[in-house]
């Protein structure tokens, strides 16, 4: 199993510019989560989708920010326009019914 | 949703020394804390877990201890390795039957050969 894959690794973009970040989830696993870190704020869970459908969006900071999961197998965040504030490590979890999640390799995201 | 709290947020200690994280939580009906370890530039990884029809659950070196009536649970590593070092996260869910967790805000150990 090759976990959860994100993409891109990196990205660094200017103020104002759409991002997208993707996400394939393990296969067979059925919740889908978004979360942002940084120092200041840690772990903040962004939006978090079951059978691929949108549950609970209520850590999305603002309009700027939607998340997509067309499919149980891809899952994209994007922000639009983004801004300097933006930046952080973005990462993907996924889980099945029993709680446990794994964490993809995270996006890191500089907007200067 | 849950509020869960993380003591403390630096650790140092000796090389074979023990190591203990505490964390708090406010939803009483919430029933399974993993621990999570997160290397520099790494992604969290989940160490352990334990689910509220426990109170203590042991892997070598670490274990994860449950007091429900407290509402606390914590993390113990013994005989501490250099490569212990990282930030651990604690992590509890909205309420039981929920699949969000709410993660602590870390604990960042360092270990000192």
């Known amino acids: 199993d090759a976990g959860v894959i994100q993409s891109p690794r990196h990205e660094v973009t200017e103020m104002g510019q759409e991002v997208t970040l993707r996400c394939k989830p393990i296969?067979?696993?059925?919740?889908l989560f978004w979360y942002r870190q940084t120092m200041m704020r840690g772990l903040e869970l962004l939006i978090y989708?079951?059978?691929?459908?949108?549950?609970?969006d209520s850590g999305m900071p603002e309009d700027r920010f939607s998340a997509k999961m067309p499919n149980a197998s891809f899952s994209t965040l994007k922000i639009q326009p983004s801004e300097p504030r933006d930046s952080a490590v973005y990462f993907c979890?996924?889980?099945?019914?029993?709680?446990?999640?794994?964490f993809g390799s995270g996006t890191r995201l500089t907007v200067v | 949703g849950e509020n869960v709290e993380q003591h403390p947020s630096t650790l140092s200690v000796q090389e074979g020394d023990s190591a203990v994280i505490k964390c708090t939580y406010s939803?009483?009906?919430?029933?399974?804390f993993p621990w999570y370890k997160q290397e520099l530039g790494k992604r969290p990884q989940l160490i352990i877990d334990?689910?509220?029809n426990v109170g203590e659950k042991k892997d070598q070196r670490i274990a994860v201890t449950l007091n429900k009536t407290a509402k606390h649970f914590s993390l113990h590593i013994t005989e501490t390795q250099p490569e212990d070092s990282a930030v651990y996260f604690c992590?509890?869910?909205w309420g039981a039957g929920s699949y969000q967790l709410t993660f602590g805000k870390g604990t960042k150990l360092s270990v000192i050969p």
């Open positions: 334990i689910r509220s």
């Open positions: 296969s067979g696993h059925n919740s």
């Open positions: 939803d009483s009906a919430s029933n399974y």
């Open positions: 992590a509890a869910p």
């Open positions: 979890a996924s889980s099945r019914s029993d709680y446990g999640y794994t």
């Open positions: 989708f079951n059978n691929n459908v949108p549950i609970d």
